[in-house]
């Protein structure tokens, strides 16, 4: 009975781990893909919340500050000197004393309204650092997409020789029983077929690492599986020649979030500088106060006002240094135009000569190459083929392939560089 419970609780354990391990596969196109990554990815949802966060930031500029009400003086005892007074309310208080007092902070110069400019901009920054921490992401995400297709491509490449190279394997079991092969022609097959079992293997393991990025992007289960369509591996953009360069470079100065960030940041030391400014006119505070029985009347009233004598303090190392900012600002956003402009030219420049270099082979030289495989197994089956030229072809046959496939990947990988350095959708 003990062995038997034993056996049970394995199995049982068994296909309960095997159920964690069977994955959902999902097969989707880099668009779909996309899609599902802007919708689900959660550090997009968490970082637009700053934009919130920013907006109440302006509501709070627009409130008007708090007047303040002051009640003291109350005495909860008296002595034999206390004067009387008439009562509060039936016949208490007749030696009660109470003071209140009423402030309401008045600001000036303007200064409320140029504290709320200075919010709305620091909102329109806030939305632009969202478009740069989204358009970082993005890039991120694509690549991940083009690693993935390339790495699937890769490995069904492998898939299909290492499944060629067993049924070869196969036969040539069959031919060295029967003495009518030297061993030693099938032991070279099976060290080809072990390499090629290395390959996907490797293959598999940086899909896996491809995997636990992606489905994080995409807030996906650990336990799915993602397959990507071949679609958009290839870009489908054939014009990019005729785009001005200079239009590129004028557009990218102006679409690029993080310039945009620059500008605004020089939106905002300017109206720093105005408020700072401001700050040099003292506010002035109104008040409104109550005395009960400790003045020349036993209910005086009495309004007045204050406000900070600027005799030492008027705001000049704050003023100093917002206009420093002002400057300091015009400096980088000249030097990072500049910078933009070499990134715009080169990442176009890299674009068009790995486009050159895939356009370069033939568009029908990868079919040509799959048959010339196909022809090249089927003479080395009938013996018109020696082993060493076929498995020189195999060899060359993988290194085009890889040459290919890496060019596509290039390809894909420049013209989203491209786009990313220039902020907008290049199509």
């Known amino acids: 009975m003990k062995r038997l419970f034993i056996t049970l609780f394995l199995i049982v354990s068994l ?23 802007l919708e689900k990815n ?33 005495n909860l005892w008296n002595n034999a000197t206390a004067q009387q007074l008439p009562p509060l309310w039936g016949n208490f208080g007749t030696t009660s004393q109470v003071t209140a007092e009423l402030e309401q902070l008045i600001q000036t110069a303007g200064k409320r309204k140029k504290l709320i400019a200075m919010e709305k901009v620091s909102a329109e920054i806030a939305k632009e650092y969202f478009k740069t921490f989204l358009r970082n992401l993005k890039i991120e995400f694509r690549e991940n997409l083009t690693d993935l297709q390339y790495n699937q491509a890769q490995e069904a490449v492998y898939q299909k020789q290492l499944s060629s190279m067993q049924t070869l394997l196969k036969a040539y079991k069959n031919q060295v029983s029967q003495g009518n092969v030297g061993k030693g022609e099938y032991v070279r097959l099976k060290a080809s077929e072990l390499q090629f079992l290395k390959e996907i293997n490797d293959l598999q393991k940086e899909n896996n690492a491809l995997q ?3 489905k994080v992007l995409m807030n996906l289960p650990a336990t799915s599986f993602i397959k990507l369509t071949d679609e958009g591996f290839v870009p489908a953009n054939k014009n990019i020649e005729d785009i ?21 940041g020089n939106e905002y030391n300017d109206n720093k500088y105005k ?31 204050s406000l900070d004598l600027p005799f030492f303090n008027r705001n000049q190392g704050n003023v100093k240094a917002a206009k420093i900012a002002i400057d300091q600002g015009k400096l980088l956003t000249e030097e990072k135009t500049l910078s933009v402009q070499s990134e715009v030219l080169n990442a176009y420049q890299d674009y068009i000569t790995t486009k050159k270099l895939y356009e370069s082979a033939d ?7 799959d048959k010339l495989l196909e022809s090249y197994r089927k003479n080395f089956m009938q013996r018109n083929t020696s082993l060493l030229e076929y498995l020189d072809f195999v060899d060359a046959y993988l290194d085009n392939k890889s040459i290919l496939l890496n060019s596509k990947k290039d390809l894909n990988k ?14």
């Open 42 to 74: 959660i550090s997009i949802i968490s970082e637009k919340l700053n934009i919130d966060i920013a907006d109440a930031q302006v509501i709070q500029a627009k409130l008007w500050p708090n007047p303040t009400l002051t009640i003291g003086e109350i």
């Open 414 to 427: 420049n013209l989203e560089e491209l786009r990313y350095i220039t902020g907008q959708e290049i199509n």
């Open 212 to 214: 636990k990025e992606l």
């Open 275 to 305: 408020y700072e400014r401001a700050m040099r006119t003292p506010d002035v505070t109104l008040g409104i106060s109550y005395d009960r029985g400790a003045s020349l009347m036993n209910d005086f009233v009495g309004v007045g006002f």
């Open 15 to 37: 296909k309960s781990v095997a159920q964690i391990a069977i994955t959902d596969t999902i097969t989707l196109s880099r668009n779909q893909a996309e899609a599902l990554f």
């Open 244 to 264: 001005n360069l200079a239009n590129l470079m004028e557009s990218a100065i102006e679409n690029r979030p993080d310039m945009k960030v620059l500008k605004l």
């Open 363 to 369: 568009a029908s030289f990868e079919s040509d190459l």
